[in-house]
Structure formats: structure tokens, C-alpha cells
């Protein structure tokens, strides 16, 4: 009886036409850079609206370190800002987001002033935005009470080195979360999703906004990308603590959080 194949996760994602990071890393900023005009529109359409509760979730279980007032967060690889506008309305942290696309951005901060204001309350300001690749960011050590990231992390070109990026930024004791996509398990309502994810939704996507080797892209990239227990895994070794991940819709996505460890208190004993 032959064995079957033991999957291999990705160290990082790998488009079509790409042999190394820079290449990937290349690749797809050219991808979203081109796509951002229909990119909203797209992502509610071809989730049936489900991702605006996708992100409304993951602000909701944030919301312990959301309202604080000194806290301050990064959303990564944050698109037109779905989901900081979501973290932002959730509480009284800072919230600044970061993305090198720069059309993205471009989209991001117009959604932060409009749209947002009640009656009788000042509009908000802009949001803060950073445009900055995510493996080589700009900011200082032990920055950020929370990182997140919503459908962007499966894009960096080495997950390995994205994680320590983030571990880096991280306060002792601060936050990360990663809600990305997952392969669902075999099965009929699985094998239906898949069927919609890799026939279906290529072409609705490409039709619509005129791109479609990025709508390919995007399920190919899904079923290379880590099973949960994969990337619980690798953010373990990467240094995290306090895992726990949680599966969406028929487990088509996957929400990890984490802890960077806390720095060990200083022994108050001397040496005499």
C-alpha cells in the first residue's frame, strides 16, 4: 500500500512566476496595488458580507486591551482598513495601521474620516498609517500592546521571519492575532466550500475587477498556507505563549492569539 504524502507547510507564500522572497514579496504588492479600487466591494461580495463579522468577532474579544486608553496597536498589512476602523470603534486605544501598498492606504485613511461620525460628534481624526513592509518595520522595540492582522500574514513571503518581526514590536506581555483563512476539513460542506473557493469565486473575482491571476492567487495561497495546529505551532517556536485558536464558518478561517512572553522580574537580592 503506497503512503500518502505528508504535506509540507509553506515558509512563506510563493505566487505564480516567483523563485524567492523578494520576488514573492514583489509580487504581491504589485497584486493588491492593482486590485485596491474594486478590493472592498470584492471581499463583501464574495463572502456574502460574513467577512464584516469576521472582523466585528475579533474586535470584540480584543476589547480587554481596546479600552485601554494607553494602549497602542498595530494593525498589519492592514488593506483600505477594515479591520483597525473595527478595532478603533471597539475602545480607546491608539490605533495605527501599516501596509506596503500604497494604494491601500490610500483608501484606508479616506474611509477613517467618512462615514464614521455621529450626530452631533466631531468626526474622527485620520487614522495613522505607515507604509512599510512587514518583515522590515519601522518601528522600535517593544512598541505595541496588541498586533493584528486580518487575511495578510498568509501573504508575507517568510512566515518565520513575520512572526519574529511582530515579537520584536511587541511589548513584554503584549498581544498578537492572526485571522487568516484555513483549508475546512474534508467532507461535503467542506468539499462544497472548496468547490465555490477554487471554481467559483476565481472567476466572479476576475470578472469583477479585471485581475484575475489574484483571484487565483488567492486560493492557491489559502491551500498552501498553514492548518491551525501548523501555525499554533510555529508561533510557539517563534517565542509565543498562551496560544489558543478558534474556527469560523464551517472552519474556513481560523483567528490565533498569543502572548509575547512577559520579561522575568529582577531579583531585588544583592550581592554583597
Request: aromatic share 8%.
Amino acid at each position: 500500500m503506497a503512503k500518502a504524502a505528508v504535506r509540507s507547510p509553506a515558509k512563506g507564500t510563493q505566487p505564480e512566476g516567483t523563485h524567492t522572497e523578494a520576488e514573492a514579496s514583489q509580487k504581491v504588492r504589485e497584486m493588491f496595488t492593482e486590485i485596491a479600487p474594486s478590493y472592498d466591494a470584492l471581499n463583501h461580495i464574495l463572502s456574502l458580507q460574513i467577512d464584516r463579522l469576521w472582523r466585528a468577532r475579533t474586535a470584540k474579544l480584543l476589547r480587554p486591551i481596546l479600552e485601554r486608553p494607553d494602549a497602542l496597536v498595530l494593525d498589519l498589512c492592514c488593506g483600505t482598513g477594515d479591520l483597525a476602523l473595527a478595532l478603533r470603534s471597539s475602545g480607546k486605544a491608539r490605533i495605527i495601521g501599516a501596509d506596503f501598498a500604497h494604494t491601500m492606504l490610500v483608501r484606508a485613511r479616506a474611509k477613517s474620516i467618512l462615514g464614521h461620525s455621529q450626530p452631533l460628534t466631531p468626526d474622527p481624526p485620520p487614522l495613522p498609517l505607515a507604509e512599510a513592509d512587514a518583515l522590515r518595520l519601522p518601528f522600535a522595540d517593544s512598541s505595541f500592546d496588541l498586533v493584528t492582522t486580518a487575511f495578510g500574514f498568509r501573504n508575507l513571503a517568510n512566515y518565520e521571519a513575520g512572526l519574529c518581526e511582530i515579537h520584536r514590536i511587541l511589548k513584554p506581555g503584549g498581544t498578537i492575532a492572526i485571522l487568516e483563512f484555513t483549508e475546512p476539513p474534508a467532507g461535503l460542506l467542506g468539499n462544497l466550500y472548496r468547490w465555490y473557493f477554487r471554481t467559483v469565486l476565481p472567476r466572479i473575482g476576475g470578472w469583477l475587477s479585471g485581475d484575475s491571476a489574484a483571484y487565483t492567487y488567492l486560493p492557491k495561497s489559502v491551500s498552501r498556507f498553514f492548518r491551525p495546529p501548523e501555525l499554533a505551532s510555529l508561533m510557539a517556536s517563534a517565542g509565543y505563549t498562551s496560544l489558543e485558536f478558534r474556527v469560523w464558518t464551517l472552519e474556513t478561517v481560523a483567528l490565533h492569539t498569543a502572548v509575547k512572553r512577559a520579561a522575568a522580574p529582577k531579583s531585588s537580592h544583592q550581592t554583597r
